[in-house]
């Protein structure tokens, strides 16, 4: 599972909103980048990298940053955003989750 999906997991509707707002988007475009249905631009994965580090903080770390690295190949792969980013540039600060553990804790959904 991808980064972004968990992120989307773990929000409430009111804050993929407020994500969504930010980034002049709606809810159901975050939910086809976080289903891998859309790719977002390096532009796109600068706003949700801002977007979600003031989010980390007013959720108090419940909600991760999510790097522009998460989101976007050719920033993964930029040798600009990994001395930017330093260690971050190459993991997200929210634990991967595969298939099988969501599948343990599905019960509830956030849409």
Request: charged share 25%.
């Amino acid at each position: 599972m991808n980064i972004f999906k968990s992120w989307m997991k773990a929000a409430t509707p009111g804050e993929q909103s407020v994500l969504a707002d930010a980034l002049g988007s709606s809810r159901e475009y975050l939910y086809q980048l976080s289903g891998g249905f859309r790719k977002a631009s390096p532009e796109r994965g600068i706003a949700i990298e801002v977007a979600s580090a003031r989010m980390h903080e007013a959720s108090q770390g419940r909600l991760p940053r999510i790097y522009r690295t998460d989101m976007v190949d050719a920033c993964r792969k930029c040798e600009f955003a990994q001395r930017c980013l330093g260690a971050a540039a190459t993991r997200a600060e929210f634990e991967e989750v595969t298939a099988d553990q969501m599948s343990d804790t599905e019960g509830g959904s956030h849409d």
